[in-house]
């Protein structure tokens, strides 16, 4: 079950495209929690996980892991990808190591 989505915009030479994101609802295994969340890039799907010792810790890894995936890739380094505007972030937390890659409101309230 999908529990969050948003849609950022990657603007590439030929047109905009959308790049979705959706994360899933967690679920409880034997020993942990996952949190299942996919980007739609433009180049095929990135699916990862979040896992935690409760759905609250697995939801919060997820997200940490779309801010990673989405800062850490080409498309953020083009400086073509947005959400909303140009420059304001995406609104997706990071973990410490990464902090100073953060833009605009991002920086701001994640930094």
Do not use: N
Not at 35 to 50: H, K, L, M, N, T
């Amino acid at each position: 079950m999908i529990m969050l989505q948003r849609s950022l915009t990657y603007g590439s030479p030929a047109e905009d495209m959308e790049v979705r994101i959706q994360v899933h609802a967690p679920v409880q295994g034997e020993k942990d929690w996952s949190c299942a969340y996919e980007i739609a890039w433009p180049d095929g799907p990135r699916r990862g996980y979040g896992y935690g010792v409760d759905a609250t810790q697995a939801m919060l890894l997820a997200l940490q892991a779309i801010g990673t995936d989405i800062y850490t890739s080409d498309y953020q380094r083009s400086g073509r990808l947005r959400w909303e505007r140009e420059g304001r972030g995406y609104g997706f937390p990071v973990p410490r190591t990464i902090r100073d890659l953060l833009i605009g409101d991002d920086a701001q309230t994640f930094g």
